[in-house]
């Protein structure tokens, strides 16, 4: 937007506290380890699911940009990162005067 960077990164089955976001020299980075484990019994059979592993990306971000006002929320497995843009990036209307 005008006003914000917005960056929406998915990670369903996954709670906040799983999940590390940083922000350093303008490279955004989220990071964390997935977990899961389902078993069950039912008759003459059992079914176990496991799926685990780490993630990491890094996204980098233009150099004027606001790093103390980053907000990040999650909910229903979905992270959202609002990163203003500093003052100086945004964009004005600049006044045309005529020459006469």
Do not use: C, Q
């Not at 350093?24 to 977990?35: A, C, F, P, Y």
């Not at 079914?47 to 780490?54: H, L, N, T, V």
């Amino acid at each position: 937007t005008d006003d914000a960077f917005t960056l929406h990164v998915e990670l369903p089955g996954m709670s906040a506290e799983d999940v590390d976001l940083s922000l350093e020299d303008n490279v955004l980075t989220v990071s964390g380890e997935r977990n899961f484990y389902d078993e069950s019994d039912a008759e003459g059979f059992r079914r176990i699911e496991r799926r685990f592993g780490k993630f990491h990306r890094a996204v980098r971000l233009p150099d004027r940009v606001s790093p103390d006002k980053v907000e990040a929320s999650y909910k229903d497995g979905i992270l959202t990162v609002v990163v203003p843009k500093a003052e100086e990036a945004k964009p004005r209307k600049i006044a045309v005067s005529s020459g006469a």
